[in-house]
């Protein structure tokens, strides 16, 4: 990559680090840019966060730049971790002393030790994001790359300054970080790289989950999410931290009939998801469909291999895979579970017959989500059979028009009981409970059904019908 120290110095010639470059210049600091910020710059990518690193008092600069921003900005400083954070208007700048040593090699927490500049890029996770440009004004834009981050940029690898061994030992969230900079550039991990996170694997183990599932998300919400989960998968990393999709493996066979291995099934699927949508809980959805195939997985005879109830069983295992991920256990869980235990629906809508009253009954179930699980049920089609694929996409597109039709005619999707619970309770003076249940659930499913229209009065003369039936008289007339 030809960049003259000019393209950088026009990049970062903005009054924020015009500021800080004075800032250092007059505390006789070296300072520079380094991270995330200088990769992105190279990749010619947005970067939200900024990353300073002082060589001696990072804090103390960051007291003197958030003096000179002075009103709309906040300071917050981390004195046992040595770091400082300004927040100016929307930007987060970074502030941190360099360090010979960032982590201690038993734990996570780090320790302040003075360094060099290369002390501290050497200390860092991948040569990509070790690279650094000078903020003094006599070197102001000098790129500093000791470890080569930008020959590794060029050639798509993904490699730690350091031997691979010490870098992971002091943070193993990096071997998580690795897999993900892997997927969200589409970049390789550099060979011994590699396999220092086959050697180091169980380390994961000591990080906070919240961490790991913080990078697992990044992967999931990568262009091509399979890339990340298959080096999780031969990096020995996924049995430790999701051994359920390490489970999906494997393609039995029996009597000549195999099926399908659902690991690289369910990747394809996150992957066709990924191309649909940026949305992380339908992409969560994707990954966790077939889920429940390992533990419902039978050999019958007469059908070969079934699966039968695997989207009912999938929706009850996700509340203990979001507990133990310390995932959100809240209406977000509660959409990845409809959408897997729906996922089926469509398809078997199109294996019988399409009626009206089942696509009443997927639209009242689906409710708004409908779009999104007609998107995830078009995504699970796999087949390298373009017959069958076709004939699938086909069916779904019946379906589809179907579900308009029907919506636009009963208006299910967002189903409310065109007779209230109250008018019944008036009606017989009865107080809620049982009977009023019995009654409101017998309306429903005649609408569903397509007995009766989903209106008020129609409704009402079948509500009176079915309380006959059951003995109860109206104690007034309407
Ligand atoms: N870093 C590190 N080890 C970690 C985390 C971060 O060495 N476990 C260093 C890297 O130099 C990184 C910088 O700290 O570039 C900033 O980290 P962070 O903001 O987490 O990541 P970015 O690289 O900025 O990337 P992203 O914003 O995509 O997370």
């Known amino acids: 990559m030809n960049i003259s120290q000019e393209e950088i110095q026009a990049y970062i010639d903005t009054p924020l680090f015009r500021l800080i470059s004075r800032a250092a210049d007059e505390m006789q600091l070296e300072c520079y840019l380094i991270g995330g910020f200088v990769r992105d710059f190279f990749l010619c990518r947005p970067s939200k966060d900024v990353d300073v690193v002082a060589i001696g008092k990072g804090i103390e600069l960051a007291e003197s730049v958030a003096r000179k921003l002075g009103r709309h900005t906040r300071l917050t400083l981390f004195k046992n971790f040595g770091t400082a954070q300004i927040k100016h208007k929307d930007v987060e700048i970074e502030f941190v002393g360099a360090r010979k040593e960032s982590y201690r090699s038993d734990s996570r927490k780090p320790i302040v030790e003075d360094g060099t500049l290369e002390d501290d890029q050497r200390r860092r996770d991948f040569t990509i994001n070790a690279m650094a440009f000078c903020l003094n004004r006599d070197r102001f834009g000098q790129l500093l790359d000791p ?3 930008l020959q590794d940029l060029e050639d798509l690898i993904i490699r730690t300054p350091l031997d691979p061994d010490i870098t992971f030992s ?9 897999v993900r900079f892997a997927a969200q550039l589409g970049f390789d991990i550099y060979p011994d790289t590699f396999d220092a996170i086959v050697r180091n694997r169980e380390r994961i183990g000591i990080v906070s989950m919240e961490r790991v599932t913080d990078e697992l998300n990044k992967i999931i ?3 091509k999410p399979s890339i990340g989960f298959i080096l999780l998968e031969k990096t020995g990393l996924l049995e430790i931290i999701f051994p359920e999709l390490i489970a999906l493996k494997g393609a039995e066979t029996k009597e000549g009939v195999g099926h399908k291995d659902n690991f690289y099934h369910t990747l394809s699927v996150l992957d066709n998801i990924a ?3 940026d949305h992380l809980w339908l992409r969560w959805a994707a990954l966790l469909h077939d889920i429940a195939k390992p533990v419902t997985k039978r050999w019958d005879p007469k059908q070969g291999w079934t699966f039968h109830n695997h989207d009912f069983i999938g929706e009850k295992m996700i509340p203990a895979i979001f507990r133990r991920m310390k995932l959100p256990q809240n209406e977000k869980m509660k959409y990845v579970q409809k959408l897997v235990s729906l996922h089926m629906r ?3 809508l199109v294996e019988d017959e ?7 009954r ?12 007609m998107t995830l049920c078009e995504a699970d089609i796999t087949s390298k059979n ?11 597109r019946i379906v589809r028009r179907k579900l308009q039709e029907i919506e636009e005619k009963d208006r299910v999707r967002n189903f409310q009981p065109p007779v209230d619970g109250n008018e019944i309770m008036e009606l017989f003076a009865l107080p809620q409970g049982r009977v009023i249940g019995l009654l409101k659930a017998a309306i429903k499913e005649a609408i569903l059904d397509g007995e009766i229209p989903n209106e008020h009065d129609a409704a009402y003369r079948f509500m009176l019908e079915k309380a006959e039936e059951m003995g109860l008289t109206p104690v007034k007339e309407r």
């Open 362 to 373: 997927l639209l009242f179930d689906a409710g708004d989500d409908i779009e999104e699980l």
């Open 386 to 396: 373009p017959e069958k694929v076709r004939r699938f996409l086909g069916n779904f």
């Open 354 to 360: 399409v009626t009206d009253s089942a696509i009443r």
């Open 221 to 223: 919400l990568s262009p």
């Open 147 to 149: 470890f080569n981050g």
């Open 346 to 348: 469509p398809m078997q």
């Open 275 to 277: 191309r649909q949508t």
């Open 170 to 178: 002091d943070d193993p969230l990096r071997m998580m970080r690795a």
